[in-house]
């Protein structure tokens, strides 16, 4: 069973940067998952930051291009989110999303993704 840990959230100021690091220690053929980052504020429904397929594609949401990175590790099974310029907006419990032997478009939808992380939460205030 492949078991996603995130790490890395924190309280940070605005203008400030974080790093997220998912870890899939358990994963067979990690390089053939398709990943992402998704982060949840009650009570807004669940939303797709950042996913990266297993050609090295990525995508993100409109309110992060330019200051999120996405990227994967495949050696270390481990994938990572580079936030930079944080907001207020960005505040959130943010979770590592998994969908194991997948050849498809990075992808933002929650539905796509059939194993998940137990969140780490980033804070963004002064």
């Known amino acids: 069973e492949v078991q996603l840990a995130e790490s890395g959230g924190a309280l940070v100021q605005p203008g400030g940067s974080l790093t997220l690091s998912c870890e899939a220690p358990s994963a067979d053929s990690y390089e053939e998952f398709c990943m992402a980052w998704f982060r949840h504020v009650p009570p807004k429904e669940r939303e797709g930051v950042a996913a990266?397929?297993?050609?090295?594609?990525?995508l993100y949401v409109d309110s992060v291009k330019g200051r999120f990175t996405i990227s994967r590790d495949n050696a270390k099974k481990t994938m990572t989110l580079q936030m930079n310029n944080l907001k207020s907006e960005d505040t959130g419990t943010y979770y590592c999303a998994a969908r194991p032997r997948c050849w498809a478009r990075a992808s933002l939808r929650a539905s796509d993704f059939t194993v998940w992380g137990q969140g780490t939460q980033v804070t963004v205030s002064s």
């Open positions: 990266i397929n297993n050609g090295l594609a990525t």
